[in-house]
């Protein structure tokens, strides 16, 4: 009786626990992570988190990539004509130069003329020689030249529309020009043409009279 009832307690007893089961066992052993309810979830946060991090930094890296170009300044070369204004067109024998042929002030012409990115031309040095006849003779020609001296004074602080005094070789004046004479329109005559004959020499014309002009580029920035 005694070995048949400690067999029966011994039944008895794994009856009642219901078995171990082997994980359950083994989930104290250091390094064993089988029975870790949260070691599997751990490693799905592990991999967002990655996931995250690797897209974020591909956004990021387009955002970098596509505002490089937006960035960029748009700026085109001030010294190339890029367009030309209405009523206007290049000349061949100077490509650098546009001539236009409206009959205006020269304030309005100059305003023609900075529209299209332009101003009143510079008419110095070796563009004298290549302009010299080949410009239309049917009136003077307005040029970048102006003079800001009060009336009686002719001839001084004429200068060229990027502030350049006029002088030396460049103050081509046709003979007796500068002389303040006045065109019956206006009594002051300060600002500067090319001369409608002589093309090669300037006169000084009132601003208010109407002529056609010459534009050029601006290269001083």
């Not at 990021?60 to 004509?81: F, H, M, Q, R, Y």
């Not at 004298?128 to 009060?150: E, F, H, M, N, R």
């Not at 009132?206 to 056609?212: A, D, F, G, L, N």
Request: charged content about 25%; hydrophobic content about 35%.
């Amino acid at each position: 009786m005694t070995r048949a009832g400690d067999v029966l307690v011994v039944l008895t007893a794994l009856a009642g626990c219901g078995g171990i089961e082997p994980d359950a066992a083994d989930a104290g052993r250091p390094g064993h992570d089988a029975g870790n309810p949260d070691s599997g979830s751990d490693a799905d946060t592990d991999a967002d988190t990655d996931a995250d991090t690797d897209a974020d930094t591909d956004s990021d890296t387009a955002v970098d990539v596509d505002a490089g170009p937006d960035a960029a300044p748009d700026g085109g070369d001030p010294c190339v004509i890029e367009w030309v204004p209405d009523g206007c067109w290049r000349l061949d024998e100077a490509p650098e130069v546009v001539f236009c042929d409206a009959v205006v002030g020269w304030e309005t012409a100059r305003t023609t003329c900075t529209e299209g990115g332009l101003d009143l031309a510079i008419v110095t040095g070796d563009l004298v020689a290549t302009l010299d006849g080949t410009l239309p003779t049917g009136s003077d020609i307005w040029v970048g030249l102006s003079q800001d001296q009060p009336a009686g004074n002719p001839g001084e602080l004429w200068h060229w529309v990027d502030g350049t005094a006029l002088g030396g070789a460049d103050a081509r004046w046709q003979f007796g020009e500068p002389n303040d004479n006045g065109d019956g329109e206006a009594t002051d005559e300060d600002c500067g043409a090319i001369d409608r004959q002589d093309q090669a020499t300037l006169v000084d014309r009132s601003c208010v009279s109407s002529h056609p002009s010459l534009c050029a580029p601006r290269c001083d920035g």
